[in-house]
């Protein structure tokens, strides 16, 4: 990988706790990821980048603080962090439908997400976008491509792409995909051109997720003026950026600037 001029790794550790990733399902144990960790950088690799999953449900015994603490141990120089989301067809979905499971209650959410912002920003680490963090100069080039825009190309199964008003996703299930590539036909499944109201909402949304923020002028008065005065925005040489607690209500400010 080093020598094909890959010089970052992004691990999916999602949680130190044992019990955690029993119940996952994840494959590895909780001592892998320090092993993983110590074979990148014995092999020349610094940038490493450790993914963590927060919100489980309340069955799910976890100390967030706690794993928390032993990622920072392993001084990655970038962290993302995922809210549990519960998605269709999905066996979480499956056991919450059942009651096997209970989603965490929106206090849990917020707790969580704005005891990580002062954990890591008191640590060093810039809370550049929603679910990234990252020491200074070490952000993700890549996942910052989407935020700002840049034409992006999606390979492989169910893979999206982008190219200014431009949208399209390929075959979602693996073997059609295979049998696609195989025939030497199109793996494009559908695609969308975004109208001039669409392309505003997603420069809205992709610019608000972000510490770089939007150009004041971009959102209604109304709603600029109480978003500052909730503590949800800030506004400084003109840009308007949202704090920590503004990003716990991306989504509903979004459709209020959008009007």
């Known amino acids: 990988w080093r020598a094909a001029g890959i010089n970052r790794v992004s691990l999916g550790v999602q949680s130190f706790e044992p019990s955690v990733l029993q119940w996952m399902h994840r494959t590895h144990d909780a001592q892998q990821p320090a092993q993983a960790v110590a074979t990148l950088r014995g092999e020349g690799i610094e940038r490493i980048s450790l993914d963590l999953i927060y919100a489980l449900p309340p069955e799910v015994p976890r100390v967030w603080s706690r794993d928390l ?3 920072l141990a392993l001084a990655p120089d970038h962290l993302s962090l995922y809210g549990l989301t519960i998605e269709r067809h999905t066996p979480l979905s499956q056991w919450v ?4 499971a209970h989603p965490a209650t929106e206090e849990r959410y917020a707790e969580e997400f704005l005891y990580a912002h002062e954990r890591l920003t008191g640590a060093g680490f ?6 990234n ?10 996942n910052s491509a989407y935020w700002t825009r840049s034409p992006y190309l999606g390979l492989g199964p169910s893979a999206h792409s982008g190219l200014g008003r431009e949208r399209w996703w390929n075959v979602r299930e693996y073997a059609a995909w295979v049998e696609a590539m195989d025939q030497g036909v199109s793996t494009v499944a559908g695609q969308e051109t975004l109208d001039d109201g669409a392309l505003r909402l997603e420069s809205l949304y992709l610019g608000l997720r972000t510490d770089t923020g939007l150009a004041a002028e971009q959102i209604p008065d109304t709603a600029r003026l109480a978003w500052v005065r909730e503590g949800w925005a800030t506004i400084q040489s003109g840009r308007l950026r949202l ?3 503004g990003w716990l209500r991306l989504d509903a400010l979004v459709a209020q600037a959008a009007g």
């Open 69 to 71: 603490d032993r990622a």
């Open 243 to 245: 704090t920590a607690e």
């Open 133 to 142: 963090y990252a020491q200074p100069g070490r952000e993700a080039a890549h």
């Open 126 to 131: 810039r809370h550049y976008e929603v679910s």
């Open 97 to 100: 439908t059942r009651r096997e």
